[in-house]
Structure formats: structure tokens, C-alpha cells
């Protein structure tokens, strides 16, 4: 199946800092979803990306959909303590999406006062 | 609008057990998907259903299985639960003819 692999695993960082994490896959999406996922709830959909060179922003958040079509990237600027989560990507398994997701291993967000 | 429900939040049950768990959909939303999540193996697709079918199943036993009801609610069902299925269960709607599936919280199962 396919696999889509995200990094960095894990981010230390500083209140107020800028934010920069990146998926890619061995195989075309034609559809690219961020989601952020609090402990003990379901994942929240940040953004969602559907064509190739795609920039699109949520607020501080802002996500690029890769020309190549194989890679996706979230950044978020000026971070705050509520931004701390599991952010994972998402792509669907088939055009039609009837297939599901398949989603990323996540990048854990920790931000130190 | 309200958003994706489901019930129940927190399950423990034993070993060789079965369990139904349920799921209300975004109003208008006829595509109901179920994600089983655990620390090992990330979220994993289960099943989706439209319409009362199930569309597509991913590489998950035949002891897991669900149903959609006419007013697009879902049920998934787990039969001789084992250690292993301990994990968070997440159901996600969409309509029919977007990608943007929308979570619910989840129901946390034990098994013991």
C-alpha cells in the first residue's frame, strides 16, 4: 500500500518560534490533508491541498502542495502553547476516496515556555 | 451544525468479547469511514460505508465488520476481541463527493 513518510518525528522548540515539517510519498497523491490531533481526541482538519504548487493558509498555518506531487509541507508561523499536538498528513488511497486515508506516522509539536 | 458523535467515549471489555460501537455522521454527510489508531501502527483504515454499503475494507480479520442505517448512523462491531485490538477507534464523515473527512473523538477500547 502506500506510505507516506513524515519529518521530523519530533519538534523541541520555543514559544513563538516558526514551525516547518514536510511529508513525501513514493507514489502520486492528487490530494493532500493536514489534520492536528490533541491527546484522547479525534484529529481536526487544518488544511486541505488539491492541485499541484497549491499554497493555502488557515491562520498562522500555512501548507504547500508539492509540484512533484509526491510531498507536502505545513508550516506554522510565530508558535503558541496550543499549537502542541501530533500533526499528521493525509492523502486518499484512491481518486475517489472511497478507499480511505492513508496518514503519516505524525510530527510531535512540543513547544518549552 | 454538530459534528461527527460517537458513542461510546471509553469501553473495557475482556478478551473473547464483543463489542458495537457507534457513530453519528456530520448532518448530510452520507460517507461514513472508521480509522483504527494505536501507537504501533498509526491510523489504519478500516471500512468505509455510502448508502448502506460498505465501499471498500482495508487489511483488517473478518472479526471486525460495521453497518450503515438508513439515516447514514454507523456501527462497527468487533467479535472475539483480542489484546491486540486495544486501540482508539475514530469514525470520520464526509459528503459524497469530497475528500475531507471529519473526525470524530473517538471510543478508546480496552481489552483485558
Known amino acids: 500500500g502506500q506510505q507516506l513518510n513524515q519529518s521530523p518525528q519530533s519538534m523541541f522548540i520555543q514559544e513563538g518560534e516558526d514551525v516547518s515539517m514536510n511529508c513525501t510519498s513514493s507514489?502520486?497523491?492528487?490530494?493532500w490533508l493536514w489534520y492536528k490531533q490533541d491527546p484522547g481526541e479525534g484529529p481536526v482538519l487544518l488544511i486541505a491541498l488539491y492541485k499541484a504548487g497549491e499554497l493555502t493558509s488557515n491562520g498562522r498555518l500555512t501548507a504547500q502542495f508539492g509540484i512533484t506531487r509526491k510531498d507536502s509541507f505545513l508550516n506554522i508561523s510565530a508558535s503558541i502553547p496550543s499549537d502542541v499536538g501530533i500533526y499528521f498528513c493525509?492523502?486518499?488511497?484512491?481518486?475517489?476516496?472511497?478507499?480511505?486515508?492513508?496518514f503519516g506516522k505524525g510530527t510531535h509539536l512540543i513547544i518549552q515556555p | 451544525k454538530a459534528g461527527v458523535t460517537q458513542t461510546p467515549r471509553y469501553l473495557i471489555k475482556t478478551r473473547g468479547q464483543q463489542v458495537t460501537l457507534s457513530c453519528s455522521p456530520i448532518s448530510g454527510h452520507r460517507s461514513v469511514s472508521w480509522y483504527q489508531q494505536t501507537p504501533g501502527q498509526g491510523l489504519q483504515f478500516l471500512f468505509e460505508y455510502f448508502s448502506e454499503t460498505q465501499r471498500n475494507k482495508g487489511n483488517f480479520p473478518g472479526r471486525f465488520s460495521g453497518r450503515q442505517f438508513s439515516n447514514s448512523r454507523s456501527e462497527m462491531n468487533v467479535s472475539t476481541l483480542e489484546l491486540g485490538d486495544s486501540a482508539l477507534y475514530l469514525c470520520?464523515?464526509?459528503?459524497?463527493?469530497?475528500?475531507?473527512?471529519?473526525f470524530g473523538q473517538g471510543t478508546r477500547l480496552t481489552v483485558v
Open positions: 470520520a464523515s464526509r459528503t459524497a463527493w469530497g475528500l475531507e473527512a471529519f
Open positions: 507514489s502520486i497523491f492528487n490530494t
Open positions: 493525509a492523502g486518499p488511497n484512491s481518486g475517489g476516496g472511497a478507499d480511505g486515508l492513508t
